[in-house]
């Protein structure tokens, strides 16, 4: 797959300092005086640059807060005024962003649920036509990277060039202990597919928690990602929505604090040092590769054996001797099970594949 989207880096359209963009707030705007209370609070924490607050909440049921509608875009314009705050809001249909445009909120997001359904999309994409704004897209619930990259590219063509990928995790049956499955390999891949994209990551909904919050953001700084959308409330247990997961100003500005900004790259020793373990890293997947190789070798020759012979593909005796054997040799020597497991499940099912490939062919 490939794609060819016309964006803007985020420093074309905001000022960073080299620190990765930070954005906050509640969930949910809930009433006036808190909402410009906790705004107040977050402008004074370093590196804040863009303040979040839902006003149009998608509820999973419909007995839930659904937000306060047009009336928290008066209160973002007070914060505006009284802070040096971007602020960013939650768009899921055309009025929703005809409002905001009308209010001066300075960049919309949308969000997972959005995402997932490409007519809201494309309705979305034709209201922005000739619009200047930037515009954050959460990852869609399921994990479907094209779905996510076809919302950039109805959005790049109505001529958005001010985007942003946000990775707030993904739907898992058992996402535990994450709230949404992290699946860190979506977005890395999304940066491989469009590398000009700037990709940032909301830990707030992959956690579900406040425990997990700070591990995450800095897994999604090691990982490159430029910048962190984190839920902030004065009195989280009393937030009406994500009251697991939201933190107080205080807690934030620690978390903020901790991060470690690591570099892309080293000085000239850490770079030869590391050139010099990546080629021990390329010999060693050139052997992997060759192992392999030999390995489906075998597989193909056991498998024309067994049908001239007229036997069964799958063993399943020898299939649970294998795993067995292998873990336990994999325990000695240190290595995750889990990991080595998952490894050899994809081994048996190529070897199965190519037994029905010979088992199939004509003679
Ligand atoms: C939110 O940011 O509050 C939100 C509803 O997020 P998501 O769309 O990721 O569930
Ligand atoms: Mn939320």
Known sequence: MSTNLDILPLNNWIETDGFPLVICGPCSAENRDDLIKV???IALIPHVKIFRAGIWKPRTRPDGFEGVGNIGLQWLKEIKSQTNLLTTVEVANPSHIEQCLANDVDVLWIGARTVGNPFSMQEIAETLKGVDIPVMIKNPLNADLKLWIGAFERMNM????????????????????YRNAPMWEIPIELKRI???????????????????????????????????????????????????????PDVFAALIECLIIRKEKGNREFESKLEELRAVIDGIDDELVRILKKRMQVVSEIGKYKKANNVTILQLRRWNDIINDRMKKADKMGL????LESILMLIHDESIQIQTDIFNKEE
């Not at 992959?206 to 700084?221: C, D, H, P």
């Not at 990602?225 to 933190?247: C, F, R, S, W, Y």
């Not at 995750?336 to 990991?339: E, T």
């Open 336 to 339: 995750n099970k889990d990991f």
């Open 39 to 41: 705004a107040k609070d």
């Open 158 to 177: 109505a001529g958005i060039k001010k985007l942003v990928a946000v990775h707030r995790g993904f739907y898992a049956y058992d996402a535990k202990p």
């Open 194 to 248: 469009v590398p000009n994209l700037p990709v940032i990551c909301d830990p707030s909904h992959i956690a579900g928690n406040r425990e997990l919050l700070s591990l995450i953001s800095q897994k999604a700084l090691d990982l490159e990602m430029e910048g962190l959308m984190i839920e902030v409330h004065p009195d989280p247990d009393k937030a009406l929505t994500d009251a697991n997961q939201q933190i107080t």
